[in-house]
């Protein structure tokens, strides 16, 4: 990066830090980063949908609707994230591959699970095996947020199930009483009012999900956790111009402290917002604000 | 090969007794249950010891929150914001290569590079954060007439701790701190996807279900017999912490005890 750089043997330790930390694959290194802000930007509205259809699937007159919602919900109580992860990837993978190949190859005879093997035709291949690298990446990428989207959709529907009940049911009532209908009662009073019941349990959903991007490491995606595990390990000689020992500990330990300045950045923000909606708020939080003023 | 034979082969595979080969091709349902189970002893051992650990840190590091000596409050504070503000993920392996160097400088550290020491020390060190911010909540909200009431009956400092604050604060918490139990197993499965290796394919429970699905390529057998596993294991720490629950409420009339209520939202 810098012209001083081309003899790293030759530098002193200041710069050849400097050199150091500016390859290449140190960019590489830099943009995970931003790939795991794009992740969360895309991530949050994304399972914010997906738990707002949750919810209301959950509180849906229709049994089947609901009896969906509410399972949606409940599964992921008893089991451990990391597990849907690891079984939404593959099966998500295997549903497109295989709903291609029903389009793409009808007369395709033979069984799609042969012993070991899940088998579709060559041109169903999600994606192409012949397409280039960067379509490999973002389906890969993308397939991720799917992923997260789903199993912090179930968090979230949680999260405004809660908040839809716990709009004051003196609310409900008086709607009814002038005559809404379900639907009206449900857009212009539930939907409106439950977001400061929400907003404690979003804002914590937030900070779970900061935590859970290193995750991203096991759907195969050249993230943060990928690259410090690569720059980190011994280099020798032979192979880079800066040969180091085994330093992933500093690197983790960097990664450490991104992820502290980053939780307690939101954690400020999302105070400040907190503060902001409780404002005149009948609720315990906007009493106190009032006693601290008075 | 009739399943009570692989029951015996592979109950207790992954602490090394058995059959020293997992099975590679032709995979019965018989085989992905018991290894699937056998790989559960890992995150039994590790949730219940890090647990009951962590228990006792959490109520020093709790006290040492709501202290008034900015010595014991400052580290406290910094201890629960370093667990519980980063990734746990992130957090085993930093500790693995913390432990793999420090494994050079002197031999004490050696079994700190596997499983079983390393990450539960992490785990421990984890729950004791989380379960102290719980227990500190808890301790802000002890009534204080409980306290006036200790002190006019003349007690003071351990005793007073001992029989009106502590009690006090464990009921309140306790609700939460089933959550944090459960999380707590749950984060378990992290430990083999982290820097920890498996040494001789001896993994935990989804170490086997991972192994299963990547050597079939069909993730709809081991991850669902995973899943099962798993709600019976929370089902089972509902049942102890309800027990617990309801012993630490037994003085109060039925219609004030604190019910349990899961709240899902606790990953780490």
Known sequence: MFSFCTDPDSLSDLAWMACYLTTGKHMNFYYAFGTVLVLLAITAPAALAFGFAGASAARSRLLPLSLFGKGYIAIVRGVPDIAF????????????????????????????????????????????????????????????VFTFAIVFGAFAANVLFGAMRAVPRTQLETAEAYGM???QTFWRIIVPQMWVYALPGLSNLWMVLIKSTPLLFLLGVEDIVYWARELGGTKTARFTDYPHGDWRMWYFLALLVFYLAFTRLSEVVLNRVMGRLTLGQATMGGESQRKAQA | MSCVQTIMDYGLRSIGIGERLLPRADFTLCQQFTLIGSGL?????????????????????????????????????????????????????????????????????????????GALVVLFFNTAAYSAEIFYGALQSVPRGDVEAADAYGMSGWSRFRRVIWPTMLRLAWPSYTNEAIFLFHATTLVFFSGFPAQQQRGDALYYARYFADQTFNPFVPYPILAAYFILLTLGIIGLFGLVNRRLNRHLPSDQRRKIRLRPNLIR
């Not at chain 1, 291949?125 to 990428?141: A, D, E, I």
């Not at chain 2, 051992?45 to 109520?59: N, Q």
């Not at chain 2, 709501?66 to 914001?81: C, N, Q, T, V």
Request: hydrophobic fraction near 55%; charged fraction near 10%; glycine fraction near 6%.
């Open chain 1, 85 to 144: 992860f690891l079984f939404f990837v593959i099966a998500l993978d295997q549903g497109l591959e295989y709903a291609k190949h029903l389009i793409v190859c009808p007369d395709w005879d033979q069984p799609i699970r042969q012993g070991n093997d899940f088998i579709v035709c060559q041109s169903a291949k999600v994606p192409l095996g012949n397409s280039p690298q960067w379509v490999h990446k973002t389906y890969s990428f993308f397939v991720a």
């Open chain 1, 181 to 183: 209908t379900q639907r």
């Open chain 2, 41 to 117: 002893i890992w995150n039994i051992y590790f949730g219940v010891i890090a647990l009951i650990a962590g228990f006792f840190l959490a109520t020093v590091l709790a006290l040492g929150k709501g202290s008034r000596i900015i010595w014991l409050r400052k580290p406290s504070e910094w201890f629960i914001f370093i667990f519980r503000g980063s990734p746990l993920f992130i957090q085993f392996f930093f500790a693995y290569f913390l432990f793999l160097s420090l494994k050079s400088v002197h031999p004490f550290f050696n079994p700190f590079s596997s499983a079983w020491a």
